[in-house]
């Protein structure tokens, strides 16, 4: 079983596991060499592909028609995707295979598995799938290796080599693919899947953050800890709203800035800071059943036609992509929101409220402060707007016909990792404000979770007394972020947050 929560690690331990026991691998290749002996018409594995379906190819030339099956379809075109994405559409193609339904001949699956050990990752263009018949082109990318085509990832994946020339450096021969390899290896949502994968598995540490950073200006704004009240949420009880709040309440436990002002006269906290239980926790909810779904399809087989141990081989649609579609696009709009609501909050940090210097400088004019990182904030948030139009609505037919209904869910996947990285720099541009904006409260002191939080920030990036490159800060905060230090430092020091 494949988990985001341990993603790397269950891929890892799968393929391991299949090199050592590929049985399913043989059972199923089994069946398709019994079904060849019969001279059934099997879509794919002796006939032509999509709309030519009904035309028959003979024996002579199965090979071949599997061969030029990767050939002509590797058309895909853009920049090539991120190495580390590579390799999790790899594994998650390996797995997928052995879980013994698709009938891959033994010797290109054990192929891709040294691929893999070796690390030895095909370089694939990012565009080019309409996210239905599987991601036909960059998975023919992903394929071109084996016949000695393409190009891999060098070690760092800053570049790419010839793979003709890695294959003679391992003393490999190219595969002589067998009838519905090919079809195997293209039919699938291992781009989507991939894409989603990476960037859940990452959003389940963002999540946290987001709402450590929220603390934090909460504090630094001197608002109310009464939103958070338990009681409030209990009659709303969305879990995810649940569980903001009860994080941002561990999270300010002995907080002397909150109780110095317990009783002053305001009414009530702006929105971007009283309703993050309900906007986080909607994200937070979102992107659950959004995990849900990533990690069904991490299980399943999407290739087509599906061998089954009875023998029978049965044409189907579980390439299909709109059960991820659907899911990233809700994933893109749920992380936009997170980076709104920051933006929002970064925003509100620079106008001067309740004894802060407006824009966070003492001296202002010479300097401007914290001005300009929150146009970036803007920017990115505007750009993120957009790109959560949701691109399942949108559907054209392809092969003449025979395809009438795609998803176009790898466009959202591709959307979907530029909405995560922006939303990571939204939230690194509130973390250095929000912390600029709090040595201002001294000698008052933050709920102890901000306060780790805040000393952490503090040692990568000083207070700012003027203007200087602002860039390197972002920079800084976007690392506390990546590498997942600062809330591992607040949960070992303090507790654990949902």
Excluded at 39 to 63: C, H, S
Excluded at 236 to 244: D, L, M, N, S
Aim: glycine share 8%; aromatic share 6%.
């Amino acid at each position: 079983m494949i988990t985001l929560q341990n993603l790397y690690s269950d891929l890892s331990e799968s393929i391991e596991s299949l090199k050592q026991n590929p049985e399913a691998v043989r059972s199923s290749r089994e069946i398709v060499e019994e079904a060849l002996n019969r001279d059934e018409p099997m879509y794919g594995i002796n006939t032509g592909f999509g709309a030519l379906a009904n035309k028959r190819v003979g024996d002579q030339e199965l090979k071949q028609l599997q061969r030029n099956l990767i050939l002509s379809h590797s058309v895909g075109v853009g920049d090539l995707i991120p190495k580390d994405i590579s390799r999790l559409m790899l594994q998650i193609k390996i797995h997928s295979l052995g879980l013994g339904n698709s009938g891959i001949s033994e010797e290109t699956f054990r192929r891709l598995i040294y691929f893999v050990e070796h690390d030895l990752i095909p370089a694939m263009p990012e565009k080019g799938s309409v996210g239905a018949s599987g991601d036909l082109a960059p998975l023919a990318h992903m394929s071109l290796p084996l016949l000695g085509y393409g190009v891999f990832w060098n070690a760092d994946g800053t570049d790419t080599i010839p793979a003709e020339k890695v294959l003679n450096e391992h003393d490999l021969e190219p595969i002589d693919l067998q009838a519905k390899d090919g079809l195997s290896l293209i039919n699938g949502t291992q781009l989507m899947s991939g894409y989603g994968a990476y960037v859940l598995e990452k959003s389940m540490s963002l999540m946290k953050t987001a709402d450590l950073i929220a603390a934090m200006s909460l504090e630094a704004l001197q608002g109310s800890i009464k939103p958070f009240d338990e009681r409030i949420h209990k009659i709303r009880p969305h879990k995810g709203q649940q569980e903001v709040a009860r994080n941002v309440r561990e999270l300010l436990v002995k907080s002397e800035i909150l109780e110095s002002h317990r009783n002053c006269g305001k009414v009530q906290d702006p929105y971007c800071l009283r309703c993050v239980p309900q906007v986080h926790g909607a994200s937070r909810d979102g992107l659950r059943y959004c995990s849900e779904q990533i990690e069904t399809e991490l299980n399943s087989v999407t290739d087509n036609p599906l061998v089954f141990e009875n023998g029978d081989i049965i044409s189907g649609g579980n390439f299909h992509g709109q059960p991820l579609a659907l899911a990233l696009d809700h994933a893109k709009i749920a992380l936009a929101e997170f980076a709104s609501i920051s933006e929002r909050r970064t925003y509100l940090l620079l106008e001067g409220h309740d004894g802060l210097p407006e824009l966070l400088m003492e001296e202002t004019g010479i300097n401007s402060g914290f001005m300009i990182p929150q146009y970036t904030s803007a920017s990115l948030v505007s750009e993120n707007k957009v790109l959560s139009h949701p691109s399942s609505v949108d559907s054209i037919p392809t092969s003449l016909g025979q395809e009438d209904h795609v998803s176009m869910g790898s466009i959202s996947a591709l959307k979907l990792l530029d909405i995560y990285q922006n939303a990571e720099q939204v939230l690194a541009i509130e973390l250095f404000t929000a912390a600029q904006a709090l040595d201002f409260r001294k000698p008052l002191r933050p709920g102890r979770g901000v306060e780790i939080a805040h000393d952490y920030v503090r040692n990568a990036i000083p207070h700012a007394q003027k203007d200087h490159y602002f860039k390197d800060d972002i920079n800084e905060a976007v690392s506390l972020i990546q590498n997942r230090s600062m809330v591992k430092e607040v949960e070992k020091m303090l507790v654990e947050l949902i």
